[in-house]
């Protein structure tokens, strides 16, 4: 199983208002929905709830979920969700973060933790891969 993580893209970040982020993290969206993979969508509190294109492409999709994150990192949050799997089902994790300029630091923090408990981590952003 591979797993999306969206970060951030709640209207009102700057990010979240160029066109082309939200096209490809729509894209990367209905891949991963293809293939019935697990996306998990997280919302900073505090902030307007995520942009509708992708709650839409995402409603009645039973293996989407929105999560609540109380700081920039949500790593947390995304490692509580993924302890109801099976780690030998996780084969990639990818990332998507067009949301707050400052969404990459999900990610860059939470790397190293997933990879020890989730085996393969492909790191990307809207521009493709990261490392």
Known sequence: ????????CQSGF???DEHELV?????KIWEFKGRNDLIIVLEYRGYNRTIGLIR???KNYPDGVFLIKEY???SDEVENHLDRYDT????EIQYECCGAEDGMEYATNAVPNIQKRHGNVCLVDADGPMY
Do not use: P, Y
């Not at 096209?23 to 894209?27: D, G, I, P, S, V």
């Not at 030998?88 to 084969?91: A, L, T, V």
């Open 23 to 27: 096209q490809n993290t729509l894209k």
């Open 1 to 8: 199983m591979k797993v999306l993580v969206v970060v951030d």
């Open 72 to 74: 920039n990192d949500g």
């Open 56 to 58: 839409d492409a995402l």
């Open 14 to 16: 700057k990010i979240t």
């Open 88 to 91: 030998s089902e996780i084969d």
